[in-house]
């Protein structure tokens, strides 16, 4: 079965709103492995705009699966997760007042700098992931610098459908083929294959079912559930939409 990462960023950017003390991520990451999470996803930006420092390193102290760091690479990033070691670290591309990742890292014209992290992060015992978009040159290239894993940047495929899967069209099924044979081609370079942005309860079946995928990121819409429902139960539905056909 495909397993479960929860991005508990966005429960950080509720008590950003008010510069609050709660709700804490560290609080609603517990809550989700309690209810069956693989692992828990952060991602530190430049502008701390929702993850604190102070929050990275506290769920390395407490969370039981695996914590993974999404970062840019920048110099502050580095020492960062060499100094709080989470046991992986998944490189993104990252635009000062964008309003999400808006894109996978191009491997292809940041070769060198992609190169010398993933050897440096790796050499401290972590594992690198590279967020890519589905396309076959970025995935090559992501074997040839060296990383093992790679996340496919699955907003293309999300934007197909807004609204869910009783809506989809050309688009939606020409979005999941191409996630469908980046992850093919990934598996055969020998890459262990993630996925993620933009997946829903509506939207995740498909992509949960492509066998190479072992497994999703997913963080907004959980949070948005959890808002309503509790944390808990917020995961623990995500999971009962995974993997509708296996
Ligand atoms: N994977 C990466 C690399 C991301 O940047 C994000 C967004 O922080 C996610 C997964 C999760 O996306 P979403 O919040 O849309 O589920």
């Keep these: 079965m495909t397993k479960l990462g929860v991005n508990v960023d966005h429960i950080a950017t509720l008590r950003q709103a ?4 709660e709700p804490d991520p560290v609080a609603a990451a517990i809550l989700a492995e309690l209810a069956g999470a693989d692992g828990i996803t952060v991602h530190l930006r430049g502008d701390r705009r929702h993850i604190s420092d102070r929050d990275v390193r506290i769920l390395r102290q407490t969370i039981t699966t695996r914590l993974n760091l999404e970062m840019a690479v920048t110099e502050q990033m580095m020492d960062f997760a060499l ?3 989470p046991d992986s670290a998944t490189l993104v591309p990252e635009r000062e007042g964008e309003v999400t990742t808006e894109g996978g890292l191009d491997v292809i014209k940041n070769e060198k700098t992609i190169r010398e992290a993933t050897e440096k992060l790796q050499k401290a015992g972590l594992e690198v992931s590279l967020f890519i978009d589905p396309k076959p040159d970025q995935i090559e290239r992501a074997s040839s610098v060296g990383a093992t894993m790679i996340e496919i940047n699955t907003a293309a495929y ?6 869910g899967l009783k809506e989809s069209n050309k688009a939606f099924q020409s979005e ?3 996630v469908i044979a980046a992850a093919q081609l990934a598996e055969s370079a020998g890459l262990s294959v993630l996925a993620g942005h933009g ?3 509506r939207n995740v079946g498909p992509v949960s079912d492509i066998p190479q995928i072992v497994e999703l990121n997913i963080g907004h819409n959980i949070v948005a559930r959890a808002s309503l429902v509790g944390m808990e139960r917020a995961v623990q539905e995500m999971l009962e939409a995974m993997n509708p056909a296996r």
């Design 18 to 21: 008010r510069q609050a003390p």
């Design 83 to 85: 100094e709080v070691r």
């Design 199 to 201: 997946l829903t309860y």
């Design 176 to 178: 999941l083929k191409k």
């Design 158 to 163: 999300a934007e197909a459908v807004p609204k």
